[in-house]
């Protein structure tokens, strides 16, 4: 194969430069679009109030009703997400954090629904472990 003169690898480098710029500013052009669209607002209805929060708020909200249904098999995803959201590390000890925060999320949820009488134990039991872990956690 030829190598490139100088002049003709300039142009290819030219092109590539162009086109990079062209995709760097249409990446940026769908951000500013979504951020723009989470921070819309919008009304929702709980427990009869109307409250006005941004579109990102909704998402969370949704997720956060999606946590807290226990009839769903997505429940504990929609927690985990909840909670990678708000910028939790996944090293092992995060990890169980992520599982014991799942745990409150479906038994505060069992609590809301009164669907079990033992939700308030369930949440003794699982902040007692939680403090438990982070006692040996600052021990090592």
């Keep these: 194969m030829k190598p490139l003169s100088t002049k003709k690898a300039r142009e290819i480098g030219s ?7 062209a995709k760097r500013a249409e990446k940026k052009g769908f951000q500013e679009a979504a951020r723009w669209a989470l921070e819309m607002n919008t009304t929702v209805n709980i427990k009869g109030e109307q ?16 946590a807290a249904n226990k009839e769903d098999k997505q429940s504990i995803e929609a927690a985990k997400v909840l ?3 708000s910028g939790a590390n ?15 999320i ?6 809301l629904t009164g669907a079990d009488t033992t939700a308030l134990d369930k949440l003794d039991e699982i902040l007692k472990e939680m403090r438990n872990d982070a006692i ?4 090592e």
């Design 15 to 21: 092109k590539g430069g162009k086109a990079s710029v």
């Design 106 to 111: 479906q038994a505060k949820a069992d609590l």
């Design 90 to 104: 996944k090293s092992e000890a995060e990890v169980k954090v992520l599982e014991a925060q799942a745990k409150m």
């Design 83 to 85: 909670i990678q959201l």
């Design 51 to 66: 409250l006005n929060i941004t579109q990102a708020q909704a998402i969370v909200l949704n997720l956060l009703q999606k």
């Design 136 to 139: 040996k956690g600052g021990d």
